[in-house]
DNA sequence: CAAAAAATTTAGGCTAGGCTAAAATATTTT
DNA sequence: AAAATATTTTAGCCTAGCCTAAATTTTTTG
């Protein structure tokens, strides 16, 4: 490991690890845009963590990075924490699901493995967060996620609302006021494809909704 | 208040309030041994702290500071996070008396006046933290302290145990053990001149204990 | 496929908050 | 009250991690 793993290290490989999960390596500009930052100064930090000891990430300049096994096991470590912690402020001292984000982005860095551990073991040892999204075990191992974004569905599939992104609390709210959260079943009524437009039928709820797909690429089903 | 205050200022300013309560104002010295930096960097962020607008500490040379209204504000900010988290970690998570405060000092930093709302809700709006440490109220002020260090006291004296010092979890898991916890009563069966030692009777143990000034002056009680 | 646009990197700088060594000031002791 | 000791400050330096501006790819497009 580098002599230190800062917070701003964290930071870096946490993103570094979402961003390698959709596409391929994580480009310069997507990780300056998720950490606000100036993309000239992500590449001075990516070559200091690729040649860190042992490297953290593997860079070849121009091309983006991706992460190096024990890059991931620190990204993973902050995401079980970051997602132990939503839980944990969610079930313990009330908060709401679009109200967790910000704060478990601060105490993410900072809890001890034991506070974790605690964590986990006062929650049941859960899988998901309040978002639906998969807690890696203590091992540091992330499930695997078989879902897929509710604006790849057409008209007359069903599916279940599986995960839902975390970081945009208006979404949230609004998610939560038409029902669409985790284990509820949907069926689509119709897809436009002009605009990508899916209208749904939520379980339990009386009226369908049209969602646009800035709503429907945020949210994550199984078929 | 100074563009942004930060975790390294919130723990100068926590500190020197500690100080400012025992003698007057806290020395170079005594900040640096307490922060664990050498006294040359204290004097450089002594004399920043002084020069902010508004100044957070009444600075001058070679005699030590004082806090401003301003800085003792954000101190007791800090001090109620602090104790408010040792409740919290001992009535949620089941942690042991002496193994909250290191994890304290860390989220003290961190969490959000909703976290902190929140915890006081759950707790019941407590007064003191789990080694009977006053609480600043929500509004940051700090209760009046009646209690005198067990140090003081001579024989055939009384009195209550009301708090102990928090920062040695050795220390704590010793008087736990011989049951010197707070709200507990004790009787002062001896005191020897000689080397300050206190023999008491501890309210409900079977047996004396002989207690050293290092020990005694930990321990503070209401006559 | 060349030119324009976009992405990335280099170069040089800045601030916060540490450090050590040496100088200055206080305090204590004889 | 002078010498010795302890404390504090100054001076100069260092690292982490950010910045902007300019140079260099790489990618896109006419």
């Known amino acids: ?29 997507d990780i300056a845009t998720r950490l606000n930052i100036a993309p000239a100064s992500v590449t001075g930090m990516l070559q200091k963590l690729a040649s860190a000891t042992p490297p953290l990430v593997v860079y070849k300049k121009h091309q983006g990075v991706t992460l190096t ?71 540091l191992v992330m499930p695997a996620d078989e879902s897929c974004p509710l604006a790849s569905l057409r008209t007359d599939e069903t599916a279940t609302i599986r995960r839902v992104s975390d970081d945009d609390p208006a979404l949230l709210r609004h998610l939560r006021e038409i029902g669409v959260v985790p284990e509820v079943k949907i069926i689509v009524k119709n897809y436009s494809e002009f605009d990508g437009n899916l209208t749904i039928k939520v379980e339990g709820q009386k009226s369908n909704v049209v969602l646009g797909t800035a709503v429907t690429s945020q949210v994550f089903v199984d078929k």
Chains 1, 2 share one sequence.
């Open 69 to 139: 096994k024990s890059g991931e096991k620190v990204a993973l470590e902050v995401i079980r924490h970051h997602r132990l912690l939503e839980s944990f402020l969610v079930n313990t001292l009330g908060y709401a699901w679009d109200e967790v984000h910000n704060e478990a982005d601060k105490l993410e860095h900072v809890i001890s493995e034991d506070f974790e551990a605690r964590m986990a073991e006062a929650l049941g040892h859960p899988t998901r967060d309040p978002h639906g999204e998969l807690i890696p075990s203590a091992d």
């Open 1 to 29: 490991m580098p002599e230190t793993i800062t917070q701003s290290i964290q930071d870096y490989l946490k993103h570094i690890y979402e961003l390698n999960e959709n596409g391929g390596a994580a480009s310069t500009n």
